[in-house]
Protein backbone atom coordinates (compact mmCIF):
# COMPACT_ATOMS: atom_id res chain seq x y z
CA UNK A 1 0.00 0.00 0.00
CA UNK A 2 1.95 3.19 -0.91
CA UNK A 3 1.54 5.91 1.22
CA UNK A 4 2.14 10.26 0.24
CA UNK A 5 3.30 12.06 2.83
CA UNK A 6 3.41 16.12 2.03
CA UNK A 7 4.47 19.42 3.99
CA UNK A 8 3.20 22.43 3.78
CA UNK A 9 1.22 24.93 5.75
CA UNK A 10 -2.72 24.02 5.70
CA UNK A 11 -5.82 25.42 6.24
CA UNK A 12 -8.96 23.17 6.09
CA UNK A 13 -13.00 23.64 7.79
CA UNK A 14 -15.25 21.47 10.16
CA UNK A 15 -17.94 23.70 9.68
CA UNK A 16 -18.75 27.59 9.36
CA UNK A 17 -15.60 29.46 10.34
CA UNK A 18 -15.89 31.83 13.54
CA UNK A 19 -12.59 33.82 13.00
CA UNK A 20 -13.21 35.48 16.88
CA UNK A 21 -13.57 32.23 18.54
CA UNK A 22 -10.97 30.09 16.19
CA UNK A 23 -13.84 28.03 15.67
CA UNK A 24 -14.66 25.53 12.80
CA UNK A 25 -11.47 25.63 10.79
CA UNK A 26 -7.85 24.47 11.43
CA UNK A 27 -5.08 26.12 10.42
CA UNK A 28 -1.16 24.63 10.95
CA UNK A 29 1.49 26.76 9.71
CA UNK A 30 3.68 23.58 9.50
CA UNK A 31 1.60 20.30 8.38
CA UNK A 32 1.78 16.76 7.21
CA UNK A 33 -0.90 15.32 5.13
CA UNK A 34 -0.83 11.42 4.15
CA UNK A 35 -3.30 9.97 2.02
CA UNK A 36 -3.47 6.44 0.96
CA UNK A 37 -5.09 4.43 -1.87
CA UNK A 38 -7.04 8.17 -2.59
CA UNK A 39 -8.02 8.49 0.72
CA UNK A 40 -7.08 11.07 3.70
CA UNK A 41 -5.58 9.58 6.84
CA UNK A 42 -4.18 12.20 8.83
CA UNK A 43 -3.33 15.89 8.84
CA UNK A 44 -1.35 15.84 11.56
CA UNK A 45 1.65 19.02 12.60
CA UNK A 46 5.37 18.07 11.49
CA UNK A 47 5.96 18.40 15.27
CA UNK A 48 3.34 16.12 16.30
CA UNK A 49 4.23 13.19 12.74
CA UNK A 50 7.94 13.56 13.89
CA UNK A 51 6.99 12.93 17.60
CA UNK A 52 5.01 9.59 16.06
CA UNK A 53 8.08 8.39 14.53
CA UNK A 54 7.49 9.80 11.21
CA UNK A 55 10.21 10.79 9.37
CA UNK A 56 10.29 14.01 7.50
CA UNK A 57 12.83 13.22 5.41
CA UNK A 58 10.26 10.90 3.36
CA UNK A 59 7.37 14.31 3.01
CA UNK A 60 7.08 15.44 -0.18
CA UNK A 61 7.82 19.51 1.15
CA UNK A 62 6.77 22.74 -0.53
CA UNK A 63 8.32 25.73 1.36
CA UNK A 64 6.19 28.33 1.58
CA UNK A 65 3.15 26.48 0.04
CA UNK A 66 -0.30 26.22 1.66
CA UNK A 67 -2.69 22.90 1.42
CA UNK A 68 -6.06 23.58 0.71
CA UNK A 69 -8.99 21.06 -0.05
CA UNK A 70 -9.91 21.28 -3.61
CA UNK A 71 -11.89 24.41 -5.03
CA UNK A 72 -15.64 23.22 -6.09
CA UNK A 73 -17.34 25.14 -8.64
CA UNK A 74 -21.15 24.60 -8.14
CA UNK A 75 -22.19 26.26 -11.32
CA UNK A 76 -20.72 25.83 -14.60
CA UNK A 77 -20.51 25.72 -18.71
CA UNK A 78 -18.22 23.04 -20.02
CA UNK A 79 -18.97 24.57 -23.78
CA UNK A 80 -18.69 28.47 -23.10
CA UNK A 81 -14.79 28.33 -22.54
CA UNK A 82 -14.82 29.96 -26.35
CA UNK A 83 -17.66 32.85 -25.44
CA UNK A 84 -15.67 34.16 -22.30
CA UNK A 85 -15.16 37.41 -22.59
CA UNK A 86 -17.61 38.15 -25.51
CA UNK A 87 -18.64 42.02 -25.87
CA UNK A 88 -21.49 43.94 -24.79
CA UNK A 89 -24.63 42.13 -24.36
CA UNK A 90 -26.87 41.41 -21.47
CA UNK A 91 -28.00 37.71 -20.74
CA UNK A 92 -30.66 36.92 -23.39
CA UNK A 93 -28.92 38.82 -26.39
CA UNK A 94 -25.67 37.24 -25.51
CA UNK A 95 -27.18 33.99 -25.62
CA UNK A 96 -28.44 34.86 -29.07
CA UNK A 97 -25.41 35.92 -30.24
CA UNK A 98 -22.46 34.51 -28.53
CA UNK A 99 -23.26 31.15 -26.45
CA UNK A 100 -26.02 29.79 -28.90
CA UNK A 101 -23.73 29.85 -32.08
CA UNK A 102 -21.07 28.74 -29.96
CA UNK A 103 -22.97 25.44 -28.27
CA UNK A 104 -24.14 24.78 -31.63
CA UNK A 105 -20.64 23.59 -32.65
CA UNK A 106 -20.73 20.43 -30.02
CA UNK A 107 -22.87 18.78 -32.43
CA UNK A 108 -19.23 18.04 -34.12
CA UNK A 109 -18.31 14.86 -32.16
CA UNK A 110 -14.59 15.44 -32.22
CA UNK A 111 -14.92 19.60 -31.58
CA UNK A 112 -17.05 18.20 -28.37
CA UNK A 113 -14.84 16.22 -27.37
CA UNK A 114 -12.00 18.11 -27.73
CA UNK A 115 -13.39 21.41 -25.56
CA UNK A 116 -14.57 18.62 -22.68
CA UNK A 117 -10.66 18.18 -22.23
CA UNK A 118 -9.33 21.26 -22.77
CA UNK A 119 -12.08 22.41 -20.15
CA UNK A 120 -11.48 19.53 -17.30
CA UNK A 121 -7.85 20.40 -17.70
CA UNK A 122 -8.67 24.63 -17.21
CA UNK A 123 -10.28 23.69 -13.76
CA UNK A 124 -7.47 21.37 -12.46
CA UNK A 125 -5.09 24.18 -13.38
CA UNK A 126 -7.23 26.65 -11.45
CA UNK A 127 -6.93 23.90 -8.48
CA UNK A 128 -10.52 22.90 -9.59
CA UNK A 129 -11.00 19.59 -8.38
CA UNK A 130 -15.19 19.20 -8.61
CA UNK A 131 -18.26 20.86 -10.15
CA UNK A 132 -21.55 20.85 -11.01
CA UNK A 133 -21.33 21.55 -14.91
CA UNK A 134 -23.90 22.37 -18.10
CA UNK A 135 -22.95 20.14 -20.60
CA UNK A 136 -24.79 20.99 -24.12
CA UNK A 137 -27.90 19.77 -25.37
CA UNK A 138 -25.98 17.41 -27.61
CA UNK A 139 -26.06 13.45 -25.78
CA UNK A 140 -22.88 12.45 -27.01
CA UNK A 141 -20.97 15.97 -25.22
CA UNK A 142 -22.47 14.87 -22.12
CA UNK A 143 -20.93 11.64 -22.63
CA UNK A 144 -17.65 13.29 -23.79
CA UNK A 145 -17.61 15.55 -20.69
CA UNK A 146 -18.34 12.52 -18.27
CA UNK A 147 -15.92 10.27 -19.85
CA UNK A 148 -12.87 13.07 -19.45
CA UNK A 149 -14.39 13.22 -15.65
CA UNK A 150 -14.30 9.68 -15.08
CA UNK A 151 -10.20 9.49 -17.07
CA UNK A 152 -9.37 12.00 -14.17
CA UNK A 153 -11.29 10.10 -11.63
CA UNK A 154 -12.82 13.67 -10.87
CA UNK A 155 -16.12 14.32 -8.83
CA UNK A 156 -18.27 15.71 -11.29
CA UNK A 157 -22.44 16.47 -11.17
CA UNK A 158 -23.13 17.19 -14.59
CA UNK A 159 -25.67 16.82 -17.23
CA UNK A 160 -27.01 17.43 -20.95
CA UNK A 161 -28.86 20.85 -21.49
CA UNK A 162 -32.81 20.12 -22.51
CA UNK A 163 -34.52 22.59 -24.38
CA UNK A 164 -38.11 22.74 -26.09
CA UNK A 165 -38.26 26.05 -27.35
CA UNK A 166 -36.76 29.54 -27.87
CA UNK A 167 -33.69 28.36 -29.24
CA UNK A 168 -32.16 28.08 -32.72
CA UNK A 169 -33.51 24.51 -34.67
CA UNK A 170 -30.04 23.69 -34.46
CA UNK A 171 -29.93 23.42 -30.39
CA UNK A 172 -33.70 22.16 -30.17
CA UNK A 173 -34.93 18.70 -29.51
CA UNK A 174 -38.54 16.96 -29.17
CA UNK A 175 -40.01 16.74 -25.65
CA UNK A 176 -39.49 12.94 -26.15
CA UNK A 177 -35.89 13.24 -27.46
CA UNK A 178 -34.60 14.71 -23.86
CA UNK A 179 -36.27 13.08 -21.64
CA UNK A 180 -35.38 10.10 -23.65
CA UNK A 181 -31.50 10.84 -23.28
CA UNK A 182 -31.56 12.56 -20.03
CA UNK A 183 -33.33 8.84 -18.80
CA UNK A 184 -30.05 6.86 -20.79
CA UNK A 185 -27.60 9.14 -19.20
CA UNK A 186 -28.13 8.59 -15.73
CA UNK A 187 -28.68 5.12 -16.47
CA UNK A 188 -24.76 5.39 -17.99
CA UNK A 189 -23.09 7.78 -15.51
CA UNK A 190 -25.32 8.32 -12.11
CA UNK A 191 -23.30 7.09 -9.34
CA UNK A 192 -20.62 5.77 -11.81
CA UNK A 193 -17.67 6.64 -9.52
CA UNK A 194 -17.01 10.24 -8.83
CA UNK A 195 -19.91 10.88 -11.10
CA UNK A 196 -23.38 12.10 -10.42
CA UNK A 197 -26.17 13.12 -12.83
CA UNK A 198 -28.42 16.63 -12.68
CA UNK A 199 -31.23 17.07 -14.88
CA UNK A 200 -30.48 20.16 -16.53
CA UNK A 201 -33.30 22.31 -18.38
CA UNK A 202 -31.20 25.56 -19.19
CA UNK A 203 -33.90 27.51 -17.69
CA UNK A 204 -37.72 28.27 -18.18
CA UNK A 205 -37.79 30.57 -20.87
CA UNK A 206 -36.20 27.56 -22.95
CA UNK A 207 -38.37 24.62 -21.59
CA UNK A 208 -42.46 24.42 -22.52
CA UNK A 209 -44.23 23.34 -19.23
CA UNK A 210 -44.93 20.41 -20.52
CA UNK A 211 -40.54 19.41 -20.04
CA UNK A 212 -40.55 21.02 -16.80
CA UNK A 213 -43.49 18.82 -15.65
CA UNK A 214 -41.47 15.95 -17.53
CA UNK A 215 -38.18 16.96 -15.76
CA UNK A 216 -39.72 17.49 -12.10
CA UNK A 217 -41.04 13.80 -12.44
CA UNK A 218 -37.67 12.54 -13.43
CA UNK A 219 -36.99 13.99 -10.82
CA UNK A 220 -39.26 12.33 -7.99
CA UNK A 221 -38.32 8.89 -9.07
CA UNK A 222 -34.95 9.25 -8.85
CA UNK A 223 -34.73 11.92 -5.29
CA UNK A 224 -30.48 11.05 -5.85
CA UNK A 225 -30.43 12.96 -9.14
CA UNK A 226 -29.59 17.06 -9.04
CA UNK A 227 -31.17 20.08 -10.62
CA UNK A 228 -29.59 22.60 -12.16
CA UNK A 229 -30.96 25.62 -13.94
CA UNK A 230 -30.60 29.28 -13.36
CA UNK A 231 -33.47 31.79 -12.04
CA UNK A 232 -33.83 35.39 -11.69
CA UNK A 233 -30.80 36.34 -13.15
CA UNK A 234 -31.57 39.08 -15.61
CA UNK A 235 -34.68 41.51 -15.65
CA UNK A 236 -35.41 41.14 -18.74
CA UNK A 237 -35.52 37.18 -18.36
CA UNK A 238 -37.91 38.02 -15.32
CA UNK A 239 -40.50 39.92 -17.33
CA UNK A 240 -39.78 37.23 -20.36
CA UNK A 241 -40.55 34.59 -17.53
CA UNK A 242 -43.57 35.57 -16.47
CA UNK A 243 -45.42 36.20 -19.91
CA UNK A 244 -44.52 32.82 -20.77
CA UNK A 245 -46.22 31.36 -17.48
CA UNK A 246 -48.62 34.11 -16.96
CA UNK A 247 -50.15 30.69 -14.63
CA UNK A 248 -47.25 31.19 -12.04
CA UNK A 249 -47.39 33.55 -9.39
CA UNK A 250 -43.73 34.31 -10.32
CA UNK A 251 -40.18 32.52 -11.63
CA UNK A 252 -39.51 30.47 -8.43
CA UNK A 253 -43.36 28.98 -8.82
CA UNK A 254 -42.51 28.15 -12.99
CA UNK A 255 -39.95 25.40 -11.05
CA UNK A 256 -41.96 24.84 -7.92
CA UNK A 257 -45.17 24.00 -9.85
CA UNK A 258 -43.52 21.89 -11.75
CA UNK A 259 -41.40 20.03 -8.73
CA UNK A 260 -37.98 21.07 -9.48
CA UNK A 261 -37.37 22.63 -5.91
CA UNK A 262 -35.97 19.93 -3.86
CA UNK A 263 -33.01 19.94 -1.24
CA UNK A 264 -30.70 18.81 -4.26
CA UNK A 265 -32.05 22.09 -6.27
CA UNK A 266 -29.07 24.53 -7.46
CA UNK A 267 -30.22 27.64 -9.18
CA UNK A 268 -27.76 29.83 -10.66
CA UNK A 269 -27.68 33.38 -10.05
CA UNK A 270 -31.32 34.46 -8.20
CA UNK A 271 -30.77 37.91 -7.59
CA UNK A 272 -33.93 39.23 -8.50
CA UNK A 273 -36.37 37.41 -6.09
CA UNK A 274 -39.01 38.59 -3.60
CA UNK A 275 -39.25 37.54 -0.47
CA UNK A 276 -41.87 35.02 -0.80
CA UNK A 277 -39.48 33.50 -3.55
CA UNK A 278 -36.70 33.38 -1.25
CA UNK A 279 -39.03 31.56 1.99
CA UNK A 280 -40.34 29.44 -0.67
CA UNK A 281 -36.52 28.32 -1.44
CA UNK A 282 -35.68 28.18 1.98
CA UNK A 283 -38.79 25.67 2.97
CA UNK A 284 -38.06 23.51 0.07
CA UNK A 285 -34.37 23.54 0.99
CA UNK A 286 -32.54 25.08 -2.57
CA UNK A 287 -29.77 26.97 -3.00
CA UNK A 288 -28.64 29.82 -4.96
CA UNK A 289 -25.69 29.91 -6.35
CA UNK A 290 -23.82 32.95 -6.31
CA UNK A 291 -21.99 33.79 -9.45
CA UNK A 292 -20.33 37.34 -9.09
CA UNK A 293 -18.08 37.84 -11.52
CA UNK A 294 -20.92 36.63 -14.08
CA UNK A 295 -23.06 39.25 -12.27
CA UNK A 296 -20.91 41.91 -13.07
CA UNK A 297 -19.87 40.78 -16.64
CA UNK A 298 -23.88 40.79 -17.92
CA UNK A 299 -24.70 43.49 -16.11
CA UNK A 300 -27.37 41.31 -14.25
CA UNK A 301 -27.01 42.98 -10.95
CA UNK A 302 -25.99 42.53 -7.68
CA UNK A 303 -26.90 39.29 -5.31
CA UNK A 304 -27.69 40.35 -1.90
CA UNK A 305 -25.82 37.89 0.34
CA UNK A 306 -27.28 38.93 3.55
CA UNK A 307 -30.99 38.86 2.49
CA UNK A 308 -30.52 35.60 1.04
CA UNK A 309 -28.72 34.37 4.19
CA UNK A 310 -31.79 36.08 6.60
CA UNK A 311 -34.54 33.96 4.46
CA UNK A 312 -32.42 30.97 5.03
CA UNK A 313 -30.76 30.18 1.53
CA UNK A 314 -28.17 28.34 1.41
CA UNK A 315 -25.62 29.74 -0.58
CA UNK A 316 -23.09 28.20 -3.05
CA UNK A 317 -20.36 30.10 -5.07
CA UNK A 318 -19.69 29.60 -8.76
CA UNK A 319 -17.99 30.66 -11.82
CA UNK A 320 -20.76 30.67 -14.41
CA UNK A 321 -18.04 30.39 -17.31
CA UNK A 322 -18.64 31.48 -19.94
CA UNK A 323 -20.65 34.55 -18.80
CA UNK A 324 -17.90 34.25 -15.99
CA UNK A 325 -14.76 36.10 -16.44
CA UNK A 326 -12.66 33.29 -15.02
CA UNK A 327 -12.36 29.61 -14.32
CA UNK A 328 -10.14 30.85 -11.14
CA UNK A 329 -12.34 30.42 -7.71
CA UNK A 330 -10.09 32.83 -6.00
CA UNK A 331 -11.20 35.54 -8.67
CA UNK A 332 -14.05 34.68 -8.20
CA UNK A 333 -14.36 35.00 -4.38
CA UNK A 334 -12.03 38.77 -5.22
CA UNK A 335 -15.13 39.77 -7.93
CA UNK A 336 -17.97 38.31 -4.98
CA UNK A 337 -16.09 40.48 -2.05
CA UNK A 338 -16.24 43.47 -3.81
CA UNK A 339 -20.06 42.86 -5.21
CA UNK A 340 -20.89 42.77 -1.01
CA UNK A 341 -18.63 46.08 -0.90
CA UNK A 342 -21.22 48.32 -2.77
CA UNK A 343 -23.93 46.75 -0.58
CA UNK A 344 -22.24 47.92 2.47
CA UNK A 345 -21.73 44.25 3.27
CA UNK A 346 -18.36 42.16 4.17
CA UNK A 347 -16.67 38.75 3.41
CA UNK A 348 -14.39 37.81 5.86
CA UNK A 349 -11.61 35.67 3.93
CA UNK A 350 -12.39 32.23 5.93
CA UNK A 351 -15.99 32.44 5.10
CA UNK A 352 -15.17 32.96 1.45
CA UNK A 353 -12.69 29.87 1.46
CA UNK A 354 -15.18 28.24 3.35
CA UNK A 355 -17.45 28.69 0.65
CA UNK A 356 -15.65 26.96 -1.68
CA UNK A 357 -14.66 24.05 -0.22
CA UNK A 358 -16.68 22.69 2.56
CA UNK A 359 -19.75 25.04 2.08
CA UNK A 360 -20.07 24.09 -1.84
CA UNK A 361 -19.77 20.42 -0.56
CA UNK A 362 -22.31 21.04 1.71
CA UNK A 363 -24.53 22.76 -1.01
CA UNK A 364 -23.79 19.79 -3.39
CA UNK A 365 -24.25 17.16 -0.38
CA UNK A 366 -21.02 16.16 -1.48
CA UNK A 367 -19.47 16.53 2.38
CA UNK A 368 -19.05 12.98 3.32
CA UNK A 369 -16.78 12.46 0.59
CA UNK A 370 -14.84 16.14 -0.68
CA UNK A 371 -14.56 19.60 0.84
CA UNK A 372 -12.08 19.49 3.63
CA UNK A 373 -8.90 17.33 4.70
CA UNK A 374 -9.87 15.09 6.62
CA UNK A 375 -9.17 12.03 7.59
CA UNK A 376 -11.76 9.48 5.09
CA UNK A 377 -12.60 11.95 2.57
CA UNK A 378 -10.79 11.40 -0.53
CA UNK A 379 -7.50 13.20 -1.29
CA UNK A 380 -8.77 16.19 -3.62
CA UNK A 381 -6.53 19.32 -2.85
CA UNK A 382 -4.75 21.83 -3.99
CA UNK A 383 -1.31 23.11 -3.31
CA UNK A 384 -0.95 27.17 -3.45
CA UNK A 385 2.53 28.94 -3.29
CA UNK A 386 1.79 32.98 -3.13
CA UNK A 387 5.76 33.44 -4.30
CA UNK A 388 4.50 32.57 -7.76
CA UNK A 389 3.54 36.11 -8.08
CA UNK A 390 5.54 38.79 -6.86
CA UNK A 391 3.12 41.21 -6.31
CA UNK A 392 1.02 38.68 -3.79
CA UNK A 393 4.35 37.76 -2.30
CA UNK A 394 5.61 41.55 -1.63
CA UNK A 395 2.47 42.05 -0.06
CA UNK A 396 2.34 38.85 1.97
CA UNK A 397 5.55 40.23 3.69
CA UNK A 398 3.14 43.24 4.84
CA UNK A 399 0.30 41.37 6.13
CA UNK A 400 -0.15 41.04 9.85
CA UNK A 401 -1.60 37.74 10.39
CA UNK A 402 -3.40 34.10 8.60
CA UNK A 403 -6.69 36.19 8.50
CA UNK A 404 -4.52 38.92 6.32
CA UNK A 405 -2.98 37.05 4.33
CA UNK A 406 -6.11 34.99 3.38
CA UNK A 407 -7.34 38.12 2.27
CA UNK A 408 -4.24 38.79 0.18
CA UNK A 409 -3.92 35.77 -1.22
CA UNK A 410 -7.92 35.61 -2.41
CA UNK A 411 -7.59 39.58 -4.06
CA UNK A 412 -4.22 38.93 -5.90
CA UNK A 413 -4.33 35.17 -6.64
CA UNK A 414 -5.50 33.42 -9.53
CA UNK A 415 -4.19 30.01 -11.33
CA UNK A 416 -0.49 31.74 -11.07
CA UNK A 417 -0.66 30.43 -7.47
CA UNK A 418 -1.70 27.13 -7.37
CA UNK A 419 1.50 24.86 -7.35
CA UNK A 420 -0.06 21.25 -7.30
CA UNK A 421 -3.25 19.80 -8.22
CA UNK A 422 -4.42 16.78 -6.71
CA UNK A 423 -7.44 14.07 -7.56
CA UNK A 424 -8.14 11.52 -5.21
CA UNK A 425 -4.71 11.41 -3.93
CA UNK A 426 -3.16 11.30 -8.06
CA UNK A 427 -1.06 14.40 -9.06
CA UNK A 428 -2.86 16.28 -11.83
CA UNK A 429 -1.75 19.56 -12.41
CA UNK A 430 1.95 21.11 -11.89
CA UNK A 431 2.56 24.82 -12.14
CA UNK A 432 6.11 26.04 -12.45
CA UNK A 433 7.84 24.80 -10.26
CA UNK A 434 9.61 27.29 -7.68
CA UNK A 435 12.69 29.62 -8.63
N1 LIG B 1 -29.43 31.51 -18.67
C1 LIG B 1 -29.73 30.58 -19.59
N2 LIG B 1 -28.63 30.06 -20.13
C2 LIG B 1 -27.59 30.68 -19.55
C3 LIG B 1 -26.19 30.57 -19.72
O1 LIG B 1 -25.65 29.79 -20.51
N3 LIG B 1 -25.43 31.40 -18.93
C4 LIG B 1 -25.99 32.26 -18.03
N4 LIG B 1 -25.20 33.04 -17.28
N5 LIG B 1 -27.30 32.38 -17.88
C5 LIG B 1 -28.10 31.60 -18.64
ZN1 LIG C 1 -24.94 29.51 -16.00
Redesign the pocket.
Same mark, same amino acid.
Given at each position: MTESHLRASALTFTDVPDPASGRGYRYLTDAVLTFREGRISALVSAEDFLQAGGDLARCEHFPGGLMLPGFIDAHV?AP?LGVMASYGRQ +?LD? +?ESY?FPE?ARFADEAYAGQQMERFLQALLAHGTTAAMV?STVHTHAADALFEAAARRNMCLIGGKVITDRNVPAVLSETLDEGLRATRDLIERWHGQGRLRYAVTP??A??STAAQLQLAGELLSARTDVYLQ??LS??LL?VQKTGLLFPEAKDYVDVYDRHGLCGPRSIF??GIHLSERELDLLATRGCSVAF?PT?NLF +?G?GLLDVARLRRHGVSMAVAT?V /?? /?TSVSMLRTLAEGYKVLQLQGQSWHPLDALYSITLGNARVLQLDAHIGSLCPGKDADLVIVDPSRSSLLAGRLETCAGIDERLFAMIMLGDDRIIRRTYVAGVPVFDGPAPI
Open positions: HQ +LW +LTEFRFITTHENEAHCS +LSD /GA /G
